[in-house]
């Protein structure tokens, strides 16, 4: 069965401050991976998804995620925080006909 | 605005109820996808439907129930619920019905039941 793991609960970076949210992912073959944001009181936002191809993939709002095969791991990241990028952020690998999610990542911005 | 409508936004009712949540997906999307989300559990898929047929069951109860009409709404039931049930529904929609594209989720319907 696949899984997704998102072993950080809770995250609070300075704003400015480079941020990475780590996911492993459990799926018997090639994963579709995603990452999703989601403000509260609202749904979830594709921020950047990967197929195939080049590991490093670009997103919105100037998010990336590098899959890894070897460590089973999609980790997200941004070079500089903003503080609007305050939310919650999901991992999820699609198989099967869903999209499995993380519990979810909360990041808090300090300014 | 996602193109994904949902409603109502917000719901409340007593225990024994039921209830019927409404989605209507982005313009050219077949897929429909029902979650559930929770404190405790998390975003839980419940159900998929592709161009009015169901495709894919997850942690769906019986007491719930779904559908996709030929114009590709969908309405998820909820009979006799219980307090355990207060949870946010998202409904979300893809072009197709494979994994790979993504989805488009709308805003959600708040359920409370009291």
């Known amino acids: 069965a696949q899984s997704v793991t998102q072993p950080d609960i809770h995250i609070t970076v300075s704003e400015g401050a480079s941020l990475e949210l780590r996911c492993n992912y459990s799926?018997?073959?090639?994963?579709?991976l995603f990452w999703y944001v989601q403000s509260p009181g609202q749904g979830l936002q594709l921020l950047l998804k990967y197929f195939s191809g080049d590991t490093l993939v670009q997103g919105i709002k100037g998010f990336e995620a590098e899959f890894k095969r070897s460590q089973s791991s999609f980790n997200l990241r941004k070079p500089s925080v903003h503080w609007s990028d305050a939310a919650e952020y999901f991992c999820a690998v699609g198989g099967k006909g869903k999209l499995t999610f993380g519990q979810g990542t909360i990041l808090t911005v300090h300014p | 605005d996602s193109g994904v409508t949902q409603t109502p936004k917000h719901l409340i009712t007593a225990t024994g109820q039921r209830v019927t949540l409404r989605c209507s997906p982005r313009?050219?999307?077949?897929?429909v996808y029902w979650y559930q989300q929770s404190l405790d559990q998390g975003l839980q898929f419940l159900i998929q439907y592709y161009n009015g047929e169901e495709r894919a069951k997850g942690n769906i109860l019986e007491r719930f129930s779904a559908q996709q009409f030929p114009d590709l709404h969908s309405e998820l039931n909820l009979s006799s619920l219980e307090l355990g049930d207060s949870a946010l529904y998202f409904c979300?929609?893809?072009?197709?019905?494979?994994?790979?594209?993504?989805?488009?989720f709308g805003s959600g319907t708040r359920l409370t039941v009291v």
């Open positions: 799926y018997g073959a090639t994963p579709y």
């Open positions: 979300a929609s893809s072009p197709q019905g494979g994994d790979n594209y993504g989805y488009t």
């Open positions: 313009s050219g999307d077949l897929s």
